[in-house]
Each structure stands twice: as C-alpha cells, then as structure tokens.
C-alpha cells in the first residue's frame, strides 16, 4: 500500500533502549523526557499521518545547553535524532524512526530580544512563525515570511524548510529573513552564524543552513529581520471562467514587472472549501480565483490595481472585488491561510509542494487535472501562484489504502511534471521522506554527491535526520 | 487522518461517532497554538491535537486508559478553543467527553482522586448541599495549608481558597421568577445548582432586565443541574439522567404556556444544554424532545440581543474588560452580543489580549488542576490588567470567582451591569468603589 520505506532500525540501539534513557534522566529536565509508549506516541507523527514511527523516546529541552548535551551524547553513542518544531511538516520532516530520539524545540519559546532602531528580534527556535508578528505588531513591525501554518509553525522548523508564504511574492523566503542564528552541531558544539545585520563575512554558512531539513545541527535561537507595515494593504478578489485564464493572469502580472504583495490561487474546489469555513465572500460562480493584495498608501494601491484589474479583464476575469473593510480583509485570508485543514472536512489529501515557472502555471494546472482524473482521484488546488508555488490537494480516502497508492502516485507524476517543465520538486515544505526517493529526478549523481560530502562535513556519523532528504541506497556513495 | 476500528468496535454508537470525528482531524496542528495548556506545558501530550491521537489509540485498541492518557485528559480544560481554531471541524468536545467516559470505565483513579471527584459530583449540583460544603470550608481555612500536604490535599486546599471569595455573598433564597402584564414573551430562567447558591444576584438582575422588557420569566421547582459537572467528571450516564429530568421539566412548560427561550445566565450550562439534543440522540423516546430543547436555548445576552431593548437611564462611560467565558466564545461561539449590550449601555468595552485563553476556571478545573489553573488565572489577570479596566465583566460565573480570586478590580456577571445601566441596583461589589 504506502510506498515510502524506512530503514530497519538499528537493533543494538533499540536492545540498549534502557540504557539510553536512563542516560537522558542526567542530561534533560525531567519534565522534559518523554518514555512511556503512550506519550511517546503523540510524537509518531507529523502532519503527514500516513506514516507513522514510534520513537525511542522524546526530549523536550528548555535551554541550547541541554540540546547541546542531548547531541554530544547522541553523537558519542551513535543514536539518531529527529528534530521537531510543532510537527506540521507535509512531508514527513519530523516523523520519527523507531531507533532514534526525538528532540523537540517546543520548550524553547522565549523571545530574547527586540531591537526596532537595528529591526530584528531574536527568538527561540521554538517561537511559533505568528507570535514573532504578535510581538512587534504594537510598533507597527512585522516578520515577512508568512507559511499558511504561522499559526502553528515554529521559526525553526521554518529555517529547515526555508519557508515561504502568502506575502513571499514580494519580500522573499525565510533565507531573505533570517540574520544569524545559533545552532547546536552534532558533536555538542555551540556556533553562531551571521549576526544581527544582514551579510556577514566568510562563507555563507548561514545560506547553507537554511532549507537543510535538520541534517547540518538543530538551531536554538534565530535572529530576524523585521519590517515596518505599510501604511494599507487590500486583497482583491479576482474571479474567472477558467483556470487556463487565471494562471495566464498571473504570468502576465509577474510579466509585467508588477510586485504585488501575494497572488494566491484558488480552484473551484479549494473556493468551495475555503468558503464554507472561513465565509470570506469568495465568489462561488467562478473556476478559479485570484487572490491579490497590493500596499503601501491609496494612490500607490489604486495605480497596482488598476494595472493589475486591466491584466486580469484581459484574461475574461468576471469579478473583480475589493476587500472593504479589516474584518472582510481578515476572513479572506483566514480562508486562504486555512484551506488545507479545511480540505479535512470533505476529504483526506496529500499536499504538493512543486515549483513551476509563472509562464507554465496554465499548462501545469490543465496537466495536474488530467494526472489526477488518470488515477481516478480528484484534486483542489490553492497556492502560492505569484511565487509559481504550487500545491494540488490530491483528494482521497485514507482508509482505502488502493486508494493512498493512487493518490501517491499522482502526486509523483505532478511532481515529475513540475521538474520537466523546469521547475522543482519543493517549494516550501520541505523534502522530508515525502519527496526524497524523488531526488533523482530534480538531480543527476554529481549533484547529489556534492549535497551529501556537505551534510557529512556537518554530520559525519548521518545522524540528524537520517532517513530525510536523500534517496536510502544514495548515502553510502556518499 | 486515517482510522483503524474493528466493524464489531464501530457498531457502537459512540465509537461510530469518535470515528467519525477522528477521520475529520488532518493533524494540522493549528489548535496546538490556541490550547492553554499546551502554552503552557509544550508538550504534543498537552495539546488537542495529541489528546486526539491518544484517544485514538485508545478507542482503537480498546484499550483500558493507562495513568499516562488519563492525566493527559485530565489536563485538558475543556475550553473548546481548539474548536474555534480547527479548520477541519473536528468535534473535539464529543470525542473528549467520550474519552472521558472511556476513562471512568476503565480506570480506577487512586483513592483520593476517587474521593474528591465523588464529593464534587455529589455536592455542587446540590444547592443545599453546597451551601454546607461552604460553611465546612470557612472553617476548615486555618488548616488548609496543612490539608495541602495530604494525597489529594493541594486539590481541598484549592477548594477552600477558592470558597473564600464567597463570603460577602448574600444568603440564598429561590427565585420565584416572573409575571407581566400582557406578556410580549415567555422564558424559562435557568436557575442553575451552584449559581442559586453563589451567585443569586445574577439571576435577579436577568429576571429585572426580562420582565422590563415585557417578557415573563418562570423557574420551574423541580429543575436540576444542567449535567455540564458530571460530565465533565466522566460521569455520563448522571449527565444523560440529568438532560433528561430536565428535558421533561422544560417540555412541561412548553406545553403548559409556551416557552420562547430558556434563557441561561452561565455560559458553562448554556453549552451543555444546548448539546442535549447530541447527548440523547440515541434515547429514542428522548431524541426529539432534547433536539427543541437545544434549539430554545439562548445565552441571556444572546436572548436580550434580539429584543428591541430599552436605553439605559444612567450615566455610565466606565472602562469595563470583557472577559469571554470559554463556554461562551468557544462553546456557543457567542462574541459579539455581550459586547454590544454594555457598548450600548454606554460602558467603554475593551478587549483582551489572548482574550481566546482560558482564565483556567472551567468547571471544577480550578479545584483538581490548581498548578495549572493558578498560572492561567495568573496570566489572565497580568492580560486584563494591561487594558487598565475599572470593571471586569463576564458572563460565567466560574470565571468570576476564578478572576475575582486573583485581583482586586470588581468582577461581575454582563447582565449586573446592563441591569444597572437601565435602572437596576448597583451590584454589590461595585458598591465599595463605584458608590
């Protein structure tokens, strides 16, 4: 039935289990070493459930010091750890394997420091992505990157998966974000990288960490970057009889040289889904729709607009709506923001997370359609359109396990087609165990050789993460 | 999410139901951000979402509870935050009450456990019983720190504390309820088990701001509990014998005079009551009359929200914190209306911040949580503070004496001061700084 394998677990490891935690007593909080089977198992999975490992147990440590203890003796003993944020990967990041340690950052919430005349903080890496915002809101500050799960999220589990967002369109991913952070490598050792400016001296190091899945050391503490707010923001919705004439919209905004701030995707599907939760008005007579939303004063919003609206017409756009007031504004993106788990109501998915030239968004929609009807399942698709960040919810039935098979395997062939069309296999969420047999198709040996000598200078024994990332037969060439 | 139950575990009504629940949940995660007790503990254990994957496990395998599940549950508030959060409608309150009736199935709690959650089940629901409960506690206060180092102590210590902010409360009567002259409408009045003994000025002020408005109010004699204590003590089948005594009591008034709403002046009953029609879906000659029931029944300001109401005839423009019970925002999704009845009283509202966290009341929580329930209340207070209130309003008195126990601005319930605003007595704890 499920189509990704895990490595046997090491036996040794798991006969010296006892012993192990017994060691762990000395090195974490009591209160933050979990053992028994029935606490252990709340951490078996992430928020890709179809997959499921019990773990040899769970630390939850409060300080850098005690991460840095957990790893150094982790490392001296060769047991594995799987790092954890909030556990909201898509593709399996923090799922467990049955011989190693999870180590979860979620004690380690505390904001160090705000700086508004340098504008960055620096937080635990367990600080949730919204409460960075929440922060800095009464100055008018915000924190740019913004994934649909900020609600959730933490900040570190961010910095492995270089999320993105809504508002990336125009102020870049997590990397564009992120100053400096501390990290914990494997042997214990404590580094910093970066500082509290942007582009510091020597190698980009820092550039390396972001978007490495937790295989290079576990980040305790990040600086970041924060922005003052525009003076207005407007979402404007944007309906149309077609998706073919919606992703063109959004090739010929992005064509045009216009930034606005987010262009969000919306299918029939995702719209009737979102609707019915969020009651954001979101036009239910259409195909598809766009979601825009331009800033900065009303002169400046009324000129994007216009520009924007005659691109949109130009593709037949039948609704063209602006948000009226903060409430409205708000409900349409608590719509857009909660599409995923609102897809729970009427359906076990698998999330896609493939990246596509803007230009290729129409044939890629049709193309997805067409994947999908193949394996006889159905799709919603809502995403991140400006960013040509894709994400087809494959719709199907969980406990129907011919059906998982199916819906996997659609999602292999999308994902295929977003790297034949010159696109990758990975937005934001990550490559996990989801996409790792995948790897393949996005690089040739040569590349994937290079990627790995980086992660065995970080972790030579292959103990962060291990079965993420990289195809399994692929490490030992390493 | 994926489900694994055995055809034989899914021919039972509450496990079709759990099941059904469960294949909602996509473990998203998002109500681990809004859950208190997961901000406050961390821990995936903590939070609605690993509750969910416990009880799962636990229904699954019908598996008798193990301590580890049991004191994950009993952690959990019951706030219903999570559901307010939840995109994908996930029923949190069902399947926990179901898990909690799961837990008194199978487990045997330790003897002072036992004994305590006895006692409340067997106490607060009882006016009489209660009031002498209380005054065993005014007594037993010169020993509390003492009883607090027994097994189970630090729980009767809570209670005690907690029974101290009681004390300048007037002697209890039974409230007759109301006539008016050429009625506009007619409301059954909840007279609720705990709050006819703590808290009988709330209901006086409720009956005032009816029968103003044209509205006859009867309290029927032989109402009982509304069921929400036992069964959030796991006690289901006292909590079904409890809707049902009541279904009757208040069919009995539909037929004889009609009822427009029954109108519910704690926000804790108001969610249970209006879940009757769930809790004896499966009671076939209970099912229909619960169903009315539930639809009849309003919150006071929901109810008062409807009416054309009257302006109020006092000059009042003092800054009041609205603090929203979690049963009110989170249980009947009631938010706006308390609001709006004191903004048009004239009162200056202010929100908040982390409004959506619970003041760690909930229920009998304060008395068998104490750690947890004191760094809520804690938090609450530092939160309410910040927006420098001259009066706390809620509409629950749970929350009350929770916050009143914490701070020293006033506390009442939203109605005292919407009673007031229209002509009505100042509420007593108003008097020492308002008169």
Known sequence: MSKIRFTEPNREILARRDSIINDLTRLVDPAGLITSTDECRAYETDALTAYRKMPLAVVLPKTTEEVSAVLKYCHDTGVKVVPRGAGTSLAGGAIPSEDAVVLGLSKMNRVLAVNYDDRFIRVEAGVTNLSVTAVVAENGFFYAPDPSSQLACTIGGNIANNSGGAHCLKYGVTTNNLLGVRMVLIDGSIIDLGGDYLDSAGLDLLGLVVGSEGQLGIVTEATLRILKSAEGARPVLFGFPSCEGAGKAVADVIAAGIIPVAIEYMDKAAIEICEAFAKAGYPLDVEALLIVEVEGSDAEMDATLADITAIARANGATTVRESRSAIETAAIWKGRKSAFGATGRVADYLCMDGTVPTGKLSYVLAEISKIVQRHGLRVANVFHAGDGNMHPLILYNANDPSQQSKAEAAGDDILRLCVEVGGCLTGEHGVGIEKRDLMRCQFDDADLVQQIRVRAAFDPRWLLNTDKVFPLDFRCQG | ?435
Not at chain 2, 138 to 152: D, H
Not at chain 2, 327 to 332: D, I, N
């Open chain 2, 1 to 435: 999410m994926q489900t694994n139950f055995s055809l034989t575990a899914l021919a039972d009504a509450h496990v079709s139901e759990s099941e059904k629940i469960l294949r909602a949940c996509v473990h998203c995660g998002f109500c681990t951000a809004t859950c208190p007790t997961y901000l406050l503990l961390a821990d995936e254990a903590d939070s609605p979402r690993g509750r969910i994957y416990l009880i799962k496990d636990m229904l699954e395998e019908e598996k008798p509870a193990t301590p580890q599940v049991v004191e994950h549950i009993d952690r959990c508030l019951t706030c219903l935050s999570c559901m307010t959060t939840c995109p994908s409608g996930v029923h949190y309150m069902h399947l926990v009450d179901h898990a909690r009736a799961h837990i008194a199935r199978t487990y045997t709690r330790p003897l002072p456990d036992r004994l305590l959650r006895g006692m409340l089940a067997k106490v607060l629901p009882f006016p009489g019983r209660l009031r002498l409960a209380l005054r065993v506690a005014t007594v037993s206060r010169p020993i509390r720190k003492w009883l607090a180092n027994l097994p189970g102590g630090a729980q009767l210590a809570a209670m005690i504390e907690l029974s101290s902010s009681f004390k300048r409360r007037r002697p209890t009567r039974r409230l007759p309820g109301a006539t008016v002259d050429r009625p506009r409408g007619r409301v059954a009045l909840l007279s609720g088990c705990a709050q006819q003994v703590l808290g009988q000025n709330i209901n006086e002020a409720a009956i005032r701001l009816l029968t103003r408005h044209g509205i006859e109010v009867v309290q029927p004699i032989d109402e009982g509990c509304c069921g929400a204590l036992v069964q959030h003590l796991g006690y289901e089948s006292r909590a079904l014998d409890a809707a049902r005594h009541n279904v009757d009591v208040w069919t009995r008034e539909i037929e004889n005079g009609g009822l427009d709403a029954i109108v519910v002046t704690t926000s804790g009953c108001g969610t249970v009551i209006k879940d009757y029609g769930f809790l004896l879906r499966n009671d076939n000659a209970y099912a229909q009359k619960a169903a009315r029931i539930s639809a009849l029944a309003r919150d006071i300001t929901e109810f008062l929200h409807e009416l054309p109401l009257q302006d109020g005839v006092r000059t009042t423009g003092q800054v009041v914190a609205y603090h929203s019970a979690c049963s009110m925002q989170h249980g009947q999704q009631v938010r706006d209306q308390p609001k709006s009845l004191l903004r048009r009283m004239g009162f200056v509202v202010r929100e908040v911040p982390e409004g959506h966290i619970c003041c760690g009341s909930a229920g009998t929580y304060n008395v068998l949580q104490p750690e947890i329930a004191n760094r809520l209340r804690a938090r609450k207070v530092t939160n309410i503070e910040k927006v420098k209130p001259q009066i706390i309003a809620s509409g629950n008195l749970g929350c009350i004496t929770q916050i009143g126990a914490g701070t020293g601005i006033p506390v009442v319930h939203t109605v005292e001061l919407v009673d007031w605003a229209m002509g009505g007595p100042l509420p007593d704890v108003l008097g020492r700084r308002l008169g």
